[in-house]
């Protein structure tokens, strides 16, 4: 049971209609929280990438906004108010290197993909490589990331992205937001019970 658990932190995909989807995805975040800052020493850090100029590209900057109104006082770069996208990428982990000493670094980015993996949430352990399905080399994020299909890949990414609806991006962050919300929540329990 303990290989399959720490095989599910390493990489867990489900599809955000699941009713499932929810409650495994929080379990897996907080799996991870607990792997990668099992000292409760470092900062968690929400790095959520994307722009709110292109509907497929807006998945990290909603999760972000939400986020915000859930954990008020976390560590949160990249909002519809504020994105972070290719454009300001490496500033924005500059002034996050400054602020934060050896930070847990959660990435949250669209993606595009197959057809039959649209609507696909995935967790996977390492660094997210942003801008990918643009051909941009940008540097890489995060301890592990949250990953959404939003369209499908392969040919003319620009305009997939533009067209792609907004409806499967707003509730693939809808489910995000609120796994994240819970998995930080039980850290946070986990934490204060060890200090008292």
Partial sequence: MLDQKRHLEDKYSCHFEDPQCLT??????HGNFMDL??????TIVYMCIGTDRATGDCLGPLVGSRLQNYLPNAAIYGTLQ???????????????ANQHENPLVVAIDACLGNVDRIGFVSVRRGSLKPGSAMNKTLPEVGDFYISGVVNVGG???HMVLQNTRLFTVYKMA???????????????????????
């Avoid at 495994?24 to 975040?29: A, G």
């Avoid at 800052?37 to 470092?42: E, G, I, K, L, Q």
């Avoid at 809808?174 to 008292?196: E, P």
């Fill in 155 to 157: 040919y003319f990414e």
């Fill in 37 to 42: 800052n099992a000292s409760f020493s470092r």
């Fill in 24 to 29: 495994d995805l929080q379990k897996v975040i």
């Fill in 174 to 196: 809808d489910i995000i937001a609120k796994s994240i919300y819970l998995a930080q929540y039980r850290f946070n329990r986990h934490r204060q019970g060890l200090m008292t």
């Fill in 82 to 96: 504020q994105p972070v996208h290719a454009v300001n990428l490496e500033e924005v982990m500059g002034n996050l």
